[in-house]
């Protein structure tokens, strides 16, 4: 039987699932800071629980804070006292929001079952092989830290009886060398599935901060999504206006730039990654492009079809453009996707993020797919 401090930590956690998934699109909406901790958990804060407290009767009954008066009228005390700036400073600490550990798999599994996602079907027949050793069975050699110390005593045991010198009278059990017993280790080799998340971003004058803030948000629920579904996962980061380079998420977040726009620089360095560092016939391939829009020039968003057509999206499990809306923004490169692949293609998911109350929306049409 469970102890009830087992049950009542369980139907807090229960309480706390709740919570988040009843408060989900404010998280993401508000920009909830939800902080990583290590590499499978995170920290999530929650101002909205409430705590037990007493309830008082009847004002009928007396008391202090009963009957006539006015608004700021004293209460138990002198006049003056209790008056908004009067009195010293207080010595203790202010109320705190509570703030509660939820791995990855927890969180992936309240997003999924918000907007009812899919699980992934990964691309391609190939997988990765890893080697896993599992200790199943008992040897008669091995490290002391892999000491099997029930199997010894047991092996101990059946000898002293066998040889008569076990006394029940004083059960005095010694095991010697060749009594020990060792956990060992079968290794085998497993298939697992790995994919590569390449996130693109325009940085060009006319992406503010709010831009890339809603891509910072959207970004974190998609990996959160992507890691639960496989267990290797790889995030490469690409910025560009008139060029491209490969940045580290710090700076992918932060960078503005005042040059004009040219996506396909973008696409190419893309190109370049898959080709030099992930075989297609191995690895499950994400590229993300966010952008308000703008592209220099008819000819460049020619190339980048080009791009998408003859590379990118042969190699991808799937490929998503997210437009941000920005007062600067033309919106011209959504509508040279959308006439070209149209909003059914099987590869190709088009997003258009107005604000950040369409965060969460925006995520269910790049995942909803299940590729």
Same mark, same amino acid.
């Given at each position: 039987?469970?102890?009830?401090?087992?049950?009542?930590?369980?139907?807090?956690?229960?309480?706390?699932?709740?919570?988040?998934?009843?408060?989900?699109?404010?998280?993401?909406?508000?920009?909830?800071?939800?902080?990583?901790?290590?590499?499978?958990?995170?920290?999530?804060?929650?101002?909205?629980?409430?705590?037990?407290?007493?309830?008082?009767?009847?004002?009928?009954?007396?008391?202090?804070?009963?009957?006539?008066?006015?608004?700021?009228?004293?209460?138990?005390?002198?006049?003056?006292?209790?008056?908004?700036?009067?009195?010293?400073?207080?010595?203790?600490?202010? $109320?705190?929001?509570? &703030? !509660? /550990?939820?791995? %990855?798999?927890?969180?992936?599994?309240?997003? #999924?079952?918000? +907007?009812?996602?899919?699980?992934?079907?990964?691309?391609?027949?190939?997988?990765?092989?890893?080697?896993?050793?599992?200790?199943?069975?008992?040897?008669?050699?091995?490290?002391?830290?892999?000491?099997?110390?029930?199997?010894?005593?047991?092996?101990?045991?059946?000898?002293?009886?066998?040889?008569?010198?076990?006394?029940?009278?004083?059960?005095?059990?010694?095991?010697?060398?060749?009594?020990?017993?060792?956990?060992?280790?079968?290794?085998?080799?497993?298939?697992?599935?790995?994919?590569?998340?390449?996130?693109?971003?325009?940085?060009?004058?006319?992406?503010?901060?709010?831009?890339?803030?809603?891509?910072?948000?959207?970004?974190?629920?998609?990996?959160?999504?992507?890691?639960?579904?496989?267990?290797?996962?790889?995030?490469?980061?690409?910025?560009?206006? $008139?060029?491209?380079? &490969? !940045? /580290?998420?710090? %700076?992918?977040?932060?960078?503005?730039?005042? #040059?004009?726009? +040219?996506?396909?620089?973008?696409?190419?360095?893309?190109?370049?990654?898959?080709?030099?560092?992930?075989?297609?016939?191995?690895?499950?391939?994400?590229?993300?492009?966010?952008?308000?829009?703008?592209?220099?020039?008819?000819?460049?968003?020619?190339?980048?079809?080009?791009?998408?057509?003859?590379?990118?999206?042969?190699?991808?499990?799937?490929?998503?453009?997210?437009?941000?809306?920005?007062?600067?923004?033309?919106?011209?490169?959504?509508?040279?996707?959308?006439?070209?692949?149209?909003?059914?293609?099987?590869?190709?998911?088009?997003?258009?993020?107005?604000?950040?109350?369409?965060?969460?929306?925006?995520?269910?049409?790049?995942?909803?797919?299940?590729?």
């Amino acid at each position: 039987m469970d102890h009830p401090i087992k049950r009542d930590h369980a139907r807090f956690r229960r309480i706390v699932k709740g919570k988040i998934r009843d408060n989900l699109r404010k998280y993401i909406s508000q920009g909830q800071q939800i902080i990583p901790k290590g590499s499978d958990a995170f920290k999530v804060p929650m101002p909205s629980i409430d705590i037990p407290r007493f309830k008082f009767g009847d004002k009928s009954e007396g008391g202090t804070g009963q009957g006539d008066g006015q608004n700021g009228d004293p209460v138990d005390g002198q006049p003056g006292e209790g008056e908004p700036g009067q009195g010293e400073a207080g010595e203790g600490e202010g $109320a705190k929001e509570l &703030e !509660v /550990e939820m791995s %990855v798999d927890d969180l992936a599994k309240i997003l #999924g079952e918000e +907007l009812e996602l899919p699980n992934i079907e990964p691309k391609g027949k190939q997988q990765l092989s890893s080697t896993v050793d599992k200790y199943t069975s008992v040897g008669t050699t091995g490290p002391d830290s892999l000491k099997h110390v029930k199997r010894t005593y047991k092996e101990a045991l059946k000898r002293q009886i066998s040889m008569g010198v076990y006394d029940p009278m004083n059960p005095k059990v010694v095991p010697i060398r060749k009594d020990f017993r060792f956990r060992a280790a079968d290794t085998k080799i497993e298939m697992e599935n790995s994919a590569v998340v390449i996130y693109m971003m325009d940085v060009s004058g006319s992406m503010g901060e709010e831009q890339k803030e809603i891509v910072r948000t959207e970004s974190f629920w998609i990996n959160l999504w992507l890691k639960s579904q496989y267990k290797d996962i790889e995030i490469r980061y690409i910025i560009h206006d $008139a060029t491209a380079k &490969e !940045v /580290e998420e710090d %700076v992918f977040f932060r960078t503005r730039e005042s #040059g004009g726009t +040219l996506i396909s620089s973008a696409f190419k360095l893309c190109k370049n990654i898959i080709e030099e560092d992930y075989n297609p016939a191995e690895w499950n391939i994400y590229p993300f492009h966010f952008s308000d829009g703008d592209n220099w020039s008819a000819d460049d968003t020619k190339v980048c079809l080009q791009l998408l057509d003859e590379f990118i999206l042969p190699n991808s499990n799937m490929f998503c453009y997210g437009q941000v809306e920005s007062r600067y923004g033309s919106g011209q490169f959504y509508k040279d996707l959308s006439q070209r692949y149209g909003t059914e293609h099987d590869s190709v998911v088009l997003s258009k993020i107005k604000n950040k109350d369409a965060i969460l929306d925006s995520i269910k049409e790049f995942l909803g797919k299940g590729k």
